[in-house]
């Protein structure tokens, strides 16, 4: 009999945002983190145009 939805301690969900200038930088990072991590774990990388609007904090 199902208790219904359960925590599992064994995954947990990390996020990783970055603002770079440089398109090219971005998909250098992307690629790196897509070589690195999803071999052995799932993952999503978005890549899109953002507009900064404090840029006095940035």
């Known amino acids: 009999m199902s208790k219904g939805p359960a925590v599992i301690?064994?995954?947990?969900?990390l996020k990783i945002?970055?603002?770079v200038l440089d398109h090219q930088?971005?998909?250098n990072v992307?690629?790196?983190i897509e070589q690195t991590c999803?071999?052995?774990y799932s993952g999503i990388v978005y890549l899109t145009k953002v507009e900064?609007?404090?840029k006095d904090r940035f």
């Open 9 to 13: 301690n064994s995954f947990s969900i």
């Open 17 to 19: 945002e970055f603002v």
């Open 25 to 27: 930088i971005a998909l």
């Open 30 to 32: 992307a690629h790196e």
């Open 38 to 40: 999803f071999n052995h």
């Open 52 to 54: 900064i609007l404090r």
